[in-house]
């Protein structure tokens, strides 16, 4: 990790306040459809980020595990805030007949961008259809993702001029960003109760920007370095 990040990073973890975090557990029950919407999602607060040591996740970096389950129509909306900066976000461990769709959005529920298949298979994928939001910069605030079945799309993913590829830490495709999508639209083709428990685990990374403290400290020990 370059020097500078790191006073970034350490002051995201400290406001987590935690170096381990449990994974966040979906409270949607089968039959129910209480997280399908912006409106009605499942927070994933800041304590849930802790400096990543699952090696299906790329880097020691503040990461988010969140456990779930869909149905064939079935949204899952979860939020959370980040400081400005990278994010990727990753599904791992799917059901095998489970095939992921992931949007990101906007705090006014705009799409920013989404994924439907990631390839190759990145760490902790058994094939490419788990989904993957490649490496997006973005100011700080607050985000919802939503994690869908492939082929329940956000409308607002047919909107707007050609969307932009992004990638993986790996180098590989990681789906799409969406410079000027419908604003506000967060809706999906479908959306219905979960209906089955096929299974998966979402992994929420951010990348904190290089601080002005962080900057000038780097600065100042090259300068030391220099001198030596």
């Known amino acids: 990790m370059r020097p500078h990040v790191i006073p970034a990073l350490a002051s995201f973890l400290t406001l987590a306040g935690v170096t381990t975090a449990q994974p966040v557990l979906e409270s949607e029950a089968d039959g129910s459809a209480i997280n399908n919407s912006i409106a009605s999602a499942q927070s994933v607060a800041p304590g849930a980020f802790a400096a990543n040591i699952n090696p299906n996740v790329f880097g020691a970096l503040p990461t988010a595990s969140v456990q779930g389950r869909l149905g064939l129509s079935d949204v899952d909306f979860y939020s959370f805030t980040a400081p400005a900066g990278n994010m990727y976000f990753d599904v791992d461990g799917a059901a095998p007949t489970l095939d992921t769709y992931l949007a990101l959005f906007s705090a006014s529920g705009t799409l920013l961008a989404d994924s439907e298949d990631s390839f190759p298979a990145d760490p902790g994928s058994a094939t490419d259809r788990d989904a993957f939001i490649g490496q997006i910069n973005l100011p700080a605030g607050a985000y919802f993702i939503a994690v869908a079945a492939s082929g329940n799309f956000a409308n607002a993913t047919f909107t707007g001029p050609d ?26 083709l479908t959306s219905g109760p979960q209906t089955s428990s096929l299974g998966y685990t979402l992994s929420i990374t951010v990348i ?18 220099r001198r030596r």
């Open 163 to 188: 969307p932009l590829e992004l990638f993986r830490p790996d180098g590989e495709f990681g789906g799409f960003a969406f410079p000027a999508a419908t604003t506000g639209d967060a809706s999906f």
């Open 208 to 225: 904190p920007a290089p601080s002005a403290a962080g900057l000038l400290a780097a600065a100042a020990a090259l300068r030391l370095r």
